[in-house]
């Protein structure tokens, strides 16, 4: 069983940056991926990054050269450091760890607004 605590987020004006972060605990050595998700009101809710245990990155067309997925601390916690902030990436994100299962945290809200 995984248990996975988010952090960060808030108010942005464009163009600025913000950090998420997602602790896991219990179960680690089982994760096979780890990652983000964000939903828009009114949209379904679409991968932003992902990264697997080897450390290989995937991130969405929308977020490539702003966005940075990292994981650390001996994997059990993952960050997501986005820069160059549009209001279109305003949404709840979500983070996600893949056992045989999935597992989610809480959403933190990031909304980017003037």
């Known amino acids: 069983q995984v248990q996975l605590v988010q952090s960060g987020g808030g108010l942005v004006q464009p163009g600025g940056s913000l950090r998420l972060s997602c602790a896991a605990s219990?179960?680690?050595?089982?994760?096979?991926?780890m990652g983000w998700y964000r939903q828009a009101p009114g949209k379904e809710r679409e991968l932003v990054a992902s990264?697997?245990?080897?450390?290989?990155?995937n991130y969405a067309d929308s977020v490539k050269g702003r966005f940075t997925i990292s994981r650390y601390n001996a994997g059990n916690t993952m960050s997501l450091q986005m820069n160059s902030l549009k209001p279109e990436d305003t949404a709840v994100y979500y983070c996600?760890?893949?056992?045989?299962?999935?597992?989610w945290g809480q959403g933190t809200q990031v909304t980017v607004s003037s």
């Open positions: 996600y760890c893949t056992t045989d299962q999935r597992y």
């Open positions: 219990g179960g680690l050595f089982s994760i096979i991926a």
């Open positions: 990264i697997t245990r080897g450390g290989i990155t």
